[in-house]
């Protein structure tokens, strides 16, 4: 028969079993890492190729917030807003591009274009509601200039080049016979008229008649 001093005892021993399955069973659960950043670079790509652009997004969103320093996840997040037209969401992406790298020629020629975008969309916007005027329409025009220029596209980069072909002056021929040789062969050819020389036993006026005869 089991006295009671017994059944303390037993239920002690059943009490520390339990305490000591409990520890084991509750130790702490160690938080697991960020993919590595290859994966989820890839993971994206992959979704983005077969169509699921939000998930490609989901993905290229986790690898920015886990490794905060690389641009590799923007530049993509980006370049997809831009191929779905949503640009002003491509700019804001491609400046985080640029705030990592400030010389990425990609994130600057999307917010190049996307801005482009954005402002032709926005002028014909207010072309077809009659209302580019005045100081908007100035400053719309300035700035067309500027890109014109910035692209080589202006008056100055479209104007032709005209060659100019310099003359040599003509140097003068100190040779006597150069008169001669520069004349035409038929004024060569003409025969010289011949002058009558006057007689000495014509009278007086005979001279001048030689003369206007010379002149036929």
Same mark, same amino acid.
């Given at each position: 028969?089991?006295?009671? =001093?017994?059944?303390?005892?037993?239920?002690?021993?059943?009490?520390? %079993? %339990?305490?000591?399955?409990?520890?084991?069973? /509750?130790?702490?659960?160690?938080?697991?890492?960020?993919?590595?950043?290859?994966?989820?670079?890839?993971?994206?790509? *992959?979704?983005?190729?077969?169509?699921?652009?939000?998930?490609?997004?989901?993905?290229?969103?986790?690898?920015?917030?886990?490794?905060?320093?690389?641009?590799?996840?923007?530049? +993509?997040?980006? *370049?997809?807003?831009?191929?779905?037209?949503?640009?002003?969401?491509? $700019?804001?992406?491609?400046?985080?591009?640029?705030?990592?790298?400030? +010389?990425?020629?990609?994130?600057?020629?999307? $917010?190049?274009? #996307?801005?482009?975008?954005? #402002?032709?969309?926005?002028?014909?916007?207010? /072309?077809?509601?009659?209302?580019? @005027?005045?100081?908007?329409? @100035?400053?719309?025009?300035? *700035?067309?200039?500027?890109?014109?220029?910035?692209?080589?596209?202006?008056?100055? #980069? /479209?104007?032709?080049?005209?060659?100019?072909?310099?003359? #040599? =002056?003509?140097?003068?021929?100190?040779?006597?016979?150069?008169?001669?040789?520069?004349?035409?062969?038929?004024?060569?050819?003409?025969?010289?008229?011949?002058?009558?020389?006057?007689?000495?036993?014509?009278? =007086?006026?005979?001279?001048? +008649?030689?003369?206007?005869?010379?002149?036929?």
């Amino acid at each position: 028969m089991t006295t009671f =001093p017994d059944f303390k005892y037993l239920c002690g021993v059943l009490a520390c %079993a %339990a305490a000591l399955a409990g520890c084991e069973t /509750s130790k702490p659960v160690m938080p697991k890492g960020p993919a590595p950043l290859a994966e989820l670079l890839n993971q994206g790509t *992959q979704a983005s190729a077969a169509g699921r652009k939000e998930e490609a997004i989901g993905y290229w969103k986790q690898a920015s917030a886990a490794y905060t320093g690389d641009k590799a996840p923007w530049a +993509n997040i980006a *370049q997809s807003r831009y191929d779905t037209g949503q640009y002003g969401e491509a $700019i804001v992406n491609a400046q985080e591009v640029l705030l990592r790298d400030p +010389n990425d020629k990609a994130a600057s020629a999307i $917010i190049a274009a #996307a801005s482009l975008r954005l #402002a032709n969309r926005a002028l014909g916007d207010l /072309s077809r509601q009659n209302v580019l @005027a005045g100081q908007v329409r @100035a400053d719309s025009q300035d *700035q067309i200039k500027q890109l014109r220029d910035h692209m080589g596209d202006g008056p100055a #980069a /479209s104007a032709p080049i005209r060659k100019t072909t310099a003359v #040599a =002056p003509k140097q003068r021929d100190n040779n006597p016979l150069g008169a001669l040789r520069d004349t035409p062969k038929g004024d060569i050819d003409k025969p010289v008229p011949k002058v009558r020389e006057p007689d000495v036993k014509a009278g =007086p006026f005979d001279a001048l +008649n030689n003369l206007r005869d010379t002149g036929k």
